[in-house]
């Protein structure tokens, strides 16, 4: 007998020559209908002819693109054209695109979006089916405040086509379909962190500048005083003149609703351009130090900057500057209004002196022989002047 064989050595051997020979003989085969093929001019690929039409009628991609700037200096002003500019011949030197339009917000906060009208005429078009796809040169000219941004966003991506963004300097474009929600939210969480940061470093420096007594604080709605083109604080005569009016009506015994109703009366507008006058405006003209040419600052504060709400200030430190300006009023009239008003505030007999029984006013003589003596309405009864008289009396009473 022959030498016994090894079953496993023989199995093995012939199951790897034969896995070995059928990869090469398929590998071989192949080969062969690839070479076949090529011979005879390969594969003729035929598209979809629904495809083709699809691809033949596609209209343009309707583009539009939002700038802003957050203040009118010059260099802002020179990046706002340049963002236009820029925009522009980038939609219009595709010919893939169609311009809709360069939607802008010049020297506008992006906080909120509510001041931002070109961003909100944008949104609505998109709502609209106007736009496909918006361009922005970065998340944080979209906006600052990561609320109002994701919102935007989740706004425009629900839309059916939804409308994408790109974010030139971050190199993004956002489309909803989630791959690029995670960075987004960073993104505008930095933008936010660094609107923040920024509105700290703008309220210190207004401090400091408090501190020196070198701020100019806004007088838009302060009327009689103006600023010149150089930014020094001006005296307007016209207005100047109503300022006066105030004092003076109030020094012969005027209360601030009868100012009010006088001023509303011969038609003169109010600060803010209304044909009516409030109590409360003649009151706060009263009350302002600016008009004897002091200042106070930080009278007012913006506690969130997300808001930019401002707030009466409770809680920070005030800065008092004394003859910051040119006054209006004289320091010595203004202080005896100050007096007045904390008198009669306190004082209901004084009160009664300056207003009786809500129909009859005392007037106070200005000049001349009689110069501050006042005069009984000849409509008073026996006695509503007895009463008066009384008053008077009691008055001066008090005062000695």
Known sequence: MAKPLDPKKIESARQYSSCAERREQRRKLMQDEIAENQRSNGVIVIPPKKLQEVQQERPKLRVAAYCRVSTQEEEQVGSFDMQVRHFTQRIEGNPDWELVEIYQDEGISATTVKKRLGFQKMIADAVDGKIDLILTKSISRFGRN????????????????????????????????GKNNLLIVLLSALAEMESQQKSEAIKAGIRWRMAEGIYKFSVQN??????????????????????????????????PSEI?????EQGIKSPMGNDSWSVGTVRSILRNEKYCGDALMQKTYTKDFRTHKSV??????????E???????????????????????????????????????????????????????????????????KIVDDTQDNTK
């Open 146 to 177: 990561i609320v109002d941004i994701l919102d935007n966003l989740n706004v425009l991506s629900a839309l059916n086509p939804p409308v994408s963004v790109e974010f030139e300097t971050e190199h993004i474009t956002y489309t909803g379909d």
């Open 222 to 255: 302060t009327l009689g005083f103006y600023r010149d083109h150089f930014g020094r604080l001006v005296i307007e005569p016209t207005e100047a003149r109503i300022v006066e009016y105030i004092y003076e009506s109030y020094l012969e015994g005027a209360t």
């Open 260 to 264: 009010a109703a006088a001023l509303t």
């Open 312 to 321: 009466k200030n409770t809680d920070l430190n005030m800065y008092f500057k």
């Open 323 to 389: 003859n910051h300006h040119t006054a209006i009023i004289k320091k010595e009239d203004w202080l005896k209004v100050q007096k007045l008003l904390s008198e009669r505030h306190t004082s209901p007999h004084k009160a009664k002196l300056r207003f009786l029984s809500n129909r009859f006013v005392a007037h106070r003589v200005k000049d001349g022989l009689f110069k501050g003596y006042l005069i009984l309405d000849s409509r008073w009864s026996p006695a509503e002047r007895q009463e008066f008289m």
